[in-house]
């Protein structure tokens, strides 16, 4: 294809010829609404492009979101990359869209409301019977139901593009469960930091009215008897593709992110599993496509909450959007939309493009004819809404067996194939590695619907996407934020600015789901068993390092503790046959292998720290951006930890726990800090608690008590430096280390935040805070048992340093036998009266 | 091992010099980030920064605009005005640096991070494009030291000084914006764009999501005042900053000498209504509270330094 | 004629289980051809709540919801329904043309019909359907004829196995080797009407098993019973039983009818708890009353 | 890289490379690695090292224009190598060394017997800028008066090692010769584990035993301060870093004050709270503005009265610094022969006291051969090099001396040992010095190695880091296996 002569702004900017360019026009003209932007962009040399990429890099990286939603598990994702430069819509074109989005949302609306209703459409047959059934989203259990306020939609988007001519079209609906809405606010977020002064400029619309918007929508989607409702985000949890964006979105809107297992159905209400007991739930923004919403009334899966269908049906709880509504999100319904208006009296603003259901006749005949000429989708394999991988494509790219299954199905299911005309569509600028160049956007659009009307957001969601493959295939890369200019008075404003707020009257403070408690919990046990393996490692290399000899000094007596410490630490089981390694290994091997167990298998540091950003991830709300910035840090970290470091003495270790261990405190401090001391800061301070007390008595266990008088100094010097108190032990006793000393430090001493006095004394505040249940009492009795231990090691004599015949010191290891176990059976307490997860044992029975 | 009077009073200042720094960033910021949510036909003024700082007559006294341009300068790098960011973290540091040897390694290492970072980039912290970073990077920091003392600080005298006046700076900086910027929403009555605006109020005190959470609802005036001032479990609240000011001083030798004027604070706290709907007495309850504070200052600083000779 | 049915489900979990929740189509409903008199569903452990409906399909359905722990659970429907054997209707047009009749509008029997047309959870398209309805419907052959040999062929080339199939056997296995029981078969039939475009449905219920003198005694007793109708516009609903050969099935009790199995499965539940073996036992119960 | 590029200055000592560029034996391992790193990872773990320095805050302070100026510590990753076998004899001779210095001390603020049977002449102490009246008749603890010394060592082009100068009064280095090591672990991780380096860092806890040992009161709790004279003191780095350690207060002047009782007091938030042992780092000048100069700000007034009442140890004892003087270093053999009756283990530098007309001559005559330096003056000011002087600098400084010929002494020009050195992106031989540290007390202390200093500039033989000089980590290294014991390392 020709070039056009190239943009009078972008140097080297040319759009193909025969296309639609966002930015420039037919004859190079760079149209209204870029031209601030192109000047920006014109001004910037290649660094800067580069640099601007990093930056936006770096600060998607900081939100905590690599990843755009894409097809498999979340670890076999595509990276979420953000092109720097927005895609502008001029405010008068944006109108255009405003409208026709709004009319397309209320002719589904109704649409949907009609088949799970009167059928006029389908027995006029305006809509086909087939298409409608056949519908991956249609749900048998929406018939006949009638949600509240008689509305099927509160959220909706559309995935646009535009014509060669400059016409947009619809692409596809997306009716169940919409995603995209935190993302573009992400998107925002960035690009508004990465290019401040250009969006003072050109100040394209605010997001934050939208998002005011979508909460009055939400609660405009309670039953109506509920006053002030109640809203949480439910989501399919971890493992689903957006779940970044269902935590996100929670997070931003302020409620409560949860997922089916922490909702029940009572009494023909929605009740939230929360520490306290069961909590009332009214409007649920559901991201479960709508078949995992209820086993009872699903006849295969085991997905969703037991009875919520009949709770929605019976207007106990509120669904956004309502259940059944994916209906409509089926291509095979798309080209019908345009039917449907028609019925309704009125003509479509916004077309979708030209789309022909084979379960027509003529269609099919026409598609089996000139197959190359289309784009093949299979409805029933795109699922509700499609975001998984969609057997979706090219009639042209069709290999003669593929060629020969797609006749199959078309010949004997009709019903499931739709066909789109191939197009090129519109391209805007993209900044790419070699400069500003063309590339085809598709627009994801969002709209609210709430008892003020339809709200649509003023920018979205635009993705980049490769011509060569179909789109609907493409999930993931790279996007852009939209801009829409405020260059139109009459705009309409949001709805939320049109309504008097309602004053909070729900207090979530001390609200908590279970799932969230125990979240936190482990982001707290995770961090501190990292920083324990991180400090224990790091000081037995640098006294190796000093001095070799310890290795084999005293017949391993040296060595054997500090490797026994490392692998306890590591929650591995020792390769050391009591004490010994087979002689086959040499000293140094053997310590070799226990710095790598620590520090670089996934057993040891690399795993913790995922188990931390995992649990971090599942209770997002409770956690603060910034904080994010420092996990994706100890991401970076981790894998490298993993992948490069080959060797224990590789100089590159010691440097990469600096930064680790840095990070670690950066963390300890944004938690102190701006966090509420609610449930949720609790149940972390405990899980940081327990963690430390446990790696403090680990460390008692395998290194101080075989500690021989010879090996005893630099043995506890490793312990001191491992517990970070060498300096504080200095301060304080100006000896060389004594074992009294020592356990006066990190065992009595209840004012150094590392004694394990200090870890009961938080335990017993915190538990004395929680709400209290059947077995918290059993909680505050084992602490008090851990600290009868103490008596234990009150004073300790010269005799109680004696090693004993099997070369221990016997009142250490009383002294830890007696803390250790009542400290245990606490986790396992805890575990039992607050984080009692039945769903991990639900099963599913059936009978004949 | 006792700890020096003037060792204490470098500890007081040097966590008062990093929380001004880090506090002043923030509101920097989210001042930005309301504009850049703001349409262009809102007009904005950058006057409350400087108010909010109390720094508006020395600004005036150098500078002839009050544009985006001085107020930013003069917040983050400008010699003339000794609250700058620039100075605060070398003043932090002036201090923390002969108060080294009670403070664990790594706090040190992180101020004097701070202060070579800081020096070398005062630019990028006026410059629109950077500026994000640049405050990234000082609460970073801050966020740093905090949990190092945290995590490996004795709960020794020392520390408490810290904590001191970290929890002092904290309450000044909270009852400066809401007197200055709550104050003046209040006045200003609920307009389109009041809720971006709340919202910079509760990102300036990196209060948003934790204000969320705790009212599970649109952002309203009168319940972002209640919540700044009263609540006991934010940490920036003015009521919990007392609180911990005065916990402090109950585990510091001879606190109790103070018990007396903390306790006329907390009186002053309480007497600021969360439901002012007139922001002119907003702004002055909130007056009263900054001398009150003033007053609190100094009687800590005679209490345990006296007068060096 | 009256049928008085008590039909049982025990479940032994074998652990405590903290909560259950559970959904039946357990009542049987009313038909043009039999008439609910009686019903009632007994439950043990008594349940929080119970709850009835009718579905999508008018289907009764029934609840309950267990919250206290329990580790048995037993659940006993008894009715009282009169039945009379229905007239098959001897639609001799050809086959092919049945569906022209709905040429025109639709009404809205004709509409709900549409909905047992495409392939469902249960019965996926499978050729090989098509090519055992094609045996049967060949073409011109007066439908009724058609409907009779299809059902026939399944009975003759099928052979009832309750060991070789479950609820979760796909209907793939049942095509291959060629046995099963009445529920594949239901299935079977269903989707061989379905492939060639005539709607077919499958209808749940229960089988009377005690014979009356001379009579060889009926397969299916002890278990809940299905098998398939296939819609004639402006005629209805007409049911085949596979299983036994039977058109018109008599002596069958109606519970319901959906898409497939799955649509109207007797009991299906979610129980919270440990997992364990948990075993099931169903005893069905089907007799005969003498109306004075 | 190729051998040639390990180069040795013709005719110099290198303390790693025999004169063929090949590595000595104790240097085996450390040179091999340089072959096998190459300039350029060198160049990469230096900016490493230098980031660390600079992360770190290890720094010291140029005094300039009324502000303090802190520079980074100026580091080479190279270390310099020393046998143990060598270390053994050097140690012996220091403690030997100290013991007669610490006697001589004694004595001559007591009996002065060493110059009434003739040995040291009387007026050099009646000229003697470092002899303190005011100390007359005190007897510290143990007789020992220059606690912590630290002597510096060189190497000449034959290899012998001379004792160049005993800094007995407040000797500094101690801190960055621990920090070097720090960093040389970091930047030589993986080289670490093949040497056994015999641990440096003991030493501040040598060093706390040393100073509660002092305390008047006896026993063990003995409250310990450091004294410093403040922030803008080039050495306050190592101040705040030794009290750091010890776990001891870090004190100014102003936070001490000497009641009534002729106790000394700090202030604390508590109040007042007794002092024991001050190891001061505050010149003898500045410690007391009550006995010596009363401008002081920095020190503490009625210091003085206390520890001659004692009721507190000040180390090293004010006066301690008579014998450092250079002039007196020329008496040292003579007083390890008189006091101990052994014969000096480390040799002198040959010295001429331009106090006597002889040997003033001799110097004015040779001076392009001698270097000449002022008898009394820390740092390399005022140093003159005589091959390397101009004939105005020889003419002015042959003034200097007729002037006040007691105030010069002279010593011929030492051509001080070379090792490899990383200057920007070569390794270069460069002149290096080293300062061992002692403790004495009850007991003798030596560090293992010391501080290595550098000169930078291309054959200069100025090692002080205020004037460009650079620093070394120093391993002493056994090359008899099993000879080393196993001792407490790492931080």
């Known amino acids: 294809m020709l070039a056009s002569s190239t943009s009078d702004l972008l140097p080297g900017y040319a759009p193909q010829q025969d296309g639609y360019d966002e930015a420039v026009g037919p004859s190079g003209e760079t149209r209204p609404a870029w031209k601030m932007l192109s000047r920006a962009v014109a001004l910037m040399t290649p660094a800067d492009i580069a640099d601007r990429q990093r930056q936006a890099d770096r600060l998607v990286e900081a939100e905590g979101a690599s990843y755009l939603f894409h097809d498999e598990g979340a670890d076999a994702s595509r990276p979420w990359r953000l092109d720097p430069l927005p895609l502008v819509l001029g405010g008068h074109e944006w109108a255009q869209i405003e409208r026709g989005v709004s009319q397309r949302v209320r002719i589904l609306d109704r649409m949907i409301a009609d088949i799970y209703g009167e059928q006029r459409l389908l027995l006029d047959r305006v809509l086909p019977s087939a298409a409608v059934f056949g519908a991956p989203g249609y749900q048998l259990a929406a018939h006949g139901m009638m949600p509240p306020q008689s509305r099927w939609l509160a959220v909706y988007a559309a995935d646009l593009l535009r014509l060669a001519n400059g016409e947009w079209r619809v692409l596809r609906d997306l009716t169940d469960a919409p995603s995209g809405a935190g993302y573009a606010l992400v998107n925002r977020n960035v690009s508004a930091q990465m290019l401040p002064d250009v969006v003072r400029d050109m100040a394209p619309l605010s997001l934050a009215p939208f998002f005011a918007d979508m909460r009055l929508a939400l609660d405009a989607s309670a039953p109506p008897d509920r006053p002030s409702p109640r809203t949480v985000v439910l989501s399919p949890g971890l493992g689903d593709p957006s779940y970044f964006e269902h935590s996100y979105l929670a997070a931003h809107l302020g409620y409560h992110l949860v997922e089916t297992g922490d909702l029940v159905v009572r009494h023909g209400r929605v009740w939230l599993r929360a520490l306290s007991g069961l909590e009332p739930i009214d409007v649920l923004l559901r991201r479960v496509d709508s078949n995992s919403v209820d086993p009872l009334e699903s006849a295969t899966g085991m997905m969703g909450v037991p009875g919520l269908a009949r709770a929605a049906r019976g207007c106990g709880v509120g669904l956004a959007n309502a259940l059944g509504s994916g209906v409509t999100a089926s291509m095979a319904v798309l080209p019908f939309v345009a039917d449907a208006a028609v019925a309704f009296g009125e003509e479509l603003m916004l077309p979708a493009l030209t789309t022909r259901w084979c379960g027509d006749p003529e269609n099919q005949s026409m598609v089996l004819a000139a197959l190359s000429k289309f784009v093949l989708h299979d409805t029933a394999g795109l699922g509700v809404e499609g975001v998984r991988q969609a057997p979706t494509v090219f009639g042209s790219q069709l290999d003669s067996a593929a060629r020969r299954q797609w006749i199959d199905l078309i010949t004997t299911q009709p019903h499931r194939v739709v066909a789109q005309d191939k197009a090129t569509f519109a391209t805007a600028p993209v900044m790419t590695p070699a400069g500003v160049r063309p590339g085809t956007v598709v627009l994801r659009v969002l709209a609210v619907v709430g008892r003020q009307g339809i709200s649509v957001m003023p920018g979205g969601l635009a993705r980049v996407m490769d011509p060569s493959i179909p789109i609907v295939n493409q999930t993931s890369g790279q996007t852009k934020d939209v801009w829409v200019l405020d260059d139109r008075p009459d705009r309409p404003l949001p709805m939320s600015t049109r309504v008097v707020r309602s004053m909070p009257q729900v207090d979530l403070r001390e609200s908590l789901p279970t799932r969230a408690a125990e979240a936190m919990y482990w982001v707290g046990r995770n961090a501190e068993r990292s920083e324990a393996l991180a400090r224990a490692a790091s000081s037995a290399l640098s006294i190796v390092q000093g001095d070799p000899t310890l290795l084999t000094a005293f017949d391993g007596g040296w060595r054997r503790p500090v490797v026994a410490g490392l692998y306890a630490l590591a929650d591995v089981a020792s390769p050391l046959v009591d004490g010994k390694s087979p002689s086959t290994v040499t000293p140094d091997d053997e310590f070799r292998a226990a710095i790598r167990t620590a520090l670089i298998d996934g057993s040891g540091l690399p795993g913790t720290l995922r188990g931390l950003s995992r649990a971090a991830s599942s209770a997002r709300q409770f956690v603060s951006a910034m904080t994010w910035r420092v ?121 150094n935040p590392r004694a394990l006095a200090f870890q009961l004394d938080q335990l017993r505040n915190q538990i004395a805070l929680l709400p209290s249940r059947d077995g918290t009492q059993v909680l505050t009795q084992k602490i008090e048992q851990a600290s009868a231990s103490l008596v234990e090691v009150s004073w300790l004599t010269s005799e109680a340093d004696q090693l004993g015949a099997n070369g221990r010191r016997e009142v250490i290891d009383r002294f830890v036998r007696a803390a250790r176990t009542p400290l245990l059976e606490f986790a396992a307490q805890l575990n039992l009266v607050y984080f009692n997860d039945p769903t991990r044992l639900r099963q599913k029975v059936g009978g004949r | 091992m006792a700890l020096l009077s003037r060792v204490a009073e470098q500890l007081y200042w040097g966590a008062r010099y990093i929380e001004r720094a880090e506090d002043t960033v923030r509101v920097v910021r989210a001042y930005t980030d309301v504009l850049v949510d703001l349409p262009t036909s809102v007009t904005t003024s950058w006057e409350p920064l400087l108010a909010i700082t109390g720094t508006r007559a020395l600004h005036d006294a150098h500078h002839d605009r009050v544009d985006e341009a001085s107020v930013i300068h003069f917040l983050v790098a400008d010699d003339a005005n000794p609250n700058c960011i620039v100075h605060a973290v070398a003043a932090a540091r002036e201090n923390l640096r002969s108060a080294r040897e009670v403070l664990p390694r790594d706090a040190w290492q992180v101020v004097n991070d701070m202060y070579l970072y800081v020096a070398a980039h005062r630019s990028d912290g006026v410059s629109r494009r950077s500026r994000s970073r640049f405050a990234e990077r000082v609460i970073a920091d801050s966020q740093r030291l905090d949990g190092i003392l945290s995590g490996q600080m004795s709960r020794d005298h020392a520390y408490e000084f810290l904590r001191l006046g970290q929890a002092m700076e904290r309450a000044d900086m909270t009852t400066r914006v809401l007197g200055v910027r709550a104050a003046a929403l209040v006045e200003s009555g609920a307009d389109v764009y009041a809720e971006v605006q709340w919202m910079g109020v509760l990102r300036s005190l990196s209060a948003l999501q934790m204000y969320q959470r705790a009212t599970n609802s649109p952002i309203n005036g009168m319940s972002v005042i209640d919540f700044l001032l009263h609540d006991r479990a934010f940490p920036r609240s003015v009521m919990s900053c007392l609180q911990a000011i005065r916990d402090g001083l109950a585990r510091l030798p001879r606190g109790d000498q103070l018990a007396p004027v903390i306790a006329e604070v907390f009186a002053t706290a309480a007497q600021v209504s969360g439901d002012a709907v007139d922001g002119a007495e907003l702004d002055a309850e909130t007056d009263l509270l900054q001398s009150a504070l003033a007053g609190l200052n100094n009687a800590i600083i005679s209490t345990y330094v006296g007068v060096l000779d | 004629m009256r049928y008085s049915v008590r039909h049982r489900t025990f479940y032994r979990y074998g652990e405590r289980m903290s909560s259950g929740q559970s959904l039946g189509h357990l009542v049987p409903r009313n038909t043009p051809h039999q008439t609910l008199i009686t019903s009632s569903v007994h439950v043990d452990p008594e349940p929080e709540e119970t709850a009835e409906w009718a579905d999508a399909f008018g289907n009764t359905v029934t609840s309950f919801t267990l919250t206290s722990p329990h580790e048995t659970l037993e659940v006993i429907a008894d009715s009282e329904i009169d039945v009379v054997v229905p007239v098959v209707p001897d639609v001799d047009d050809p086959w092919e043309s049945i569906m022209g009749r709905m040429a025109g509008g639709l009404n809205q029997d004709d509409l709900d019909a549409q909905q047992f047309l495409l392939p469902s959870p249960f019965i996926p398209y499978l050729f090989e359907l098509h090519a055992i309805a094609k045996g049967a419907f060949v073409s011109d052959r007066p439908f009724l004829e058609a409907f009779r040999a299809l059902c026939a062929a399944i009975y003759e080339d099928y052979s009832f196995d309750p060991s070789f199939s479950d609820v979760s056997t796909p209907l793939g296995d049942v095509l291959v080797h060629r046995r099963g029981v009445c529920q594949d078969f239901a299935h079977l039939m269903t989707g061989a009407l379905r492939s060639i475009g005539l709607p077919a449905r499958y209808v749940s219920g229960y089988i009377e098993t005690d014979p009356p003198p001379g009579q060889k005694k009926l397969v299916g007793s002890d278990a809940s019973h299905a098998w398939c109708s296939v819609y004639v516009p402006e005629v209805g609903w007409i049911d085949a039983d596979p299983t036994n050969n039977q058109i018109p099935p008599h002596r069958h009790v109606t519970v319901g009818w959906g898409r497939d199995y799955g649509d109207v499965a007797p009991l299906r539940g979610v129980v919270l708890g440990p997992s364990a073996s948990q075993n099931m036992t169903v005893e069905v119960d089907v007799r005969r009353r003498e109306i004075a | 890289m190729t051998v040639t590029d390990l180069r040795v200055n013709a005719g110099a000592y290198d303390e790693l490379l025999l004169p063929d560029g090949s590595a000595r034996e104790h240097a085996q391992v450390l040179v091999n690695t340089l072959r096998r790193l190459g300039v350029d990872e060198l160049q990469a773990r230096q900016d490493h090292a230098d980031l660390d320095i600079l992360t770190m805050g290890i720094t010291f302070t140029v005094y300039s224009d009324g502000r303090g100026i802190d520079r980074a510590w100026p580091f080479d990753v190279i270390p310099r190598v020393i046998d143990a076998t060598e270390w053994r004899h050097i140690e012996a001779g220091l403690t030997q060394r100290l013991r007669a210095l610490n006697m001589f001390i004694d004595d001559i603020y007591n009996e002065q017997r060493v110059i009434v049977d003739g040995v040291f002449p009387i007026e050099l102490l009646e000229g003697s800028v470092n002899f303190r009246p005011e100390c007359r008749g005190v007897r510290p603890k143990y007789g020992v008066w220059a606690h912590i010394s630290g002597s510096d060592i060189v190497r000449d082009f034959d290899g012998t090692v001379y004792v160049l100068e005993d800094n007995l009064r407040v000797p500094s280095g101690v801190s960055y010769m621990i920090e070097n090591r720090l960093i040389s672990k970091r930047a030589f991780a993986d080289v670490f584990e093949q040497h056994s380096v015999q641990p440096v860092d003991g030493y501040t806890d040598e060093l706390f035993k040393l100073l509660t040992s002092l305390s008047p009161a006896g026993g063990s709790s003995a409250s310990v301060v450091v004294l410093t004279p403040g922030i803008y003191n080039s050495a306050y780095f190592e101040h705040g870093f030794l009290a750091q350690r010890m776990g001891v207060p870090l004190v100014e002047g102003r936070d001490l004050f000497v009641d009534d009782d002729n106790v000394v007091y700090m202030r604390t938030i508590d109040g007042p709270t007794r002092v024991d042992v001050i190891y001061r780092r505050v010149d003898d000048m500045f410690i007391d503005p009550e006995a010596f100069r009363a401008d002081s700000t920095l020190g503490v007034a009625g210091l003085m009265r206390s520890w001659r009442a004692g009721k507190v140890a000040i180390a090293n004892a004010p006066g301690a610094g008579v014998a450092d003087d250079k002039v007196v270093y020329a008496w040292v053999p003579d007083f390890i022969r008189y006091y101990l009756h052994e014969e000096p283990i480390l040799a002198n530098v040959p010295t001429y006291r331009c106090m006597y007309p002889a040997e003033c001559q001799y110097v004015i005559e040779h001076m392009a051969e001698l270097v000449v330096k002022p008898a009394n003056e820390s740092g390399g000011a005022g140093l003159l090099i005589g091959n390397r002087a101009t004939a105005a600098e020889i003419l002015e400084r042959t003034e200097a001396i007729l002037a006040d010929p007691r105030n010069w002494v002279a010593q011929p020009i030492l051509s001080l040992s070379t090792a490899p050195t990383l200057c920007d992106g070569a390794i270069l031989p460069r002149h290096l010095d080293l300062r061992p540290f002692i403790l004495t007390g009850a007991t003798s202390y030596v560090t293992a190695g010391g501080l290595t200093r550098v000169a930078l500039r291309e054959g200069s033989l100025v090692v002080n880091s205020s004037q460009g000089g650079g620093s070394k980590d120093t391993w002493v290294i056994e090359t008899q296996p099993g000879a080393a014991s196993p001792t407490t390392a790492g931080e």
């Open chain 1, 631 to 751: 996990l994706g840090e100890l991401g970076a970290e981790r894998t490298q930890l993993g992948a490069e470091v080959a060797d224990a003495y590789d100089s590159g270790v010691r440097r990469r726990l600096d930064t680790v261990l840095v990070n670690l405190s950066s963390l300890a401090g944004l938690f102190n800090e701006s966090t509420v001391r609610g449930p949720a800061w609790r149940f972390l301070e405990i899980g940081r608690r327990v963690d430390r007390a446990l790696c403090v008595l680990s460390v008692f266990d395998n290194v101080v008590s075989p500690a021989s008088p010879g090996t005893r100094s630099s043995l506890f010097d490793h312990v001191l430096a491992s517990n970070e108190s060498l300096v504080a032990y200095r301060r304080r006793y100006r000896s060389d280390a004594v074992l009294d000393a020592l356990v006066d430090l990190l065992i009595r001493d209840d004012t």
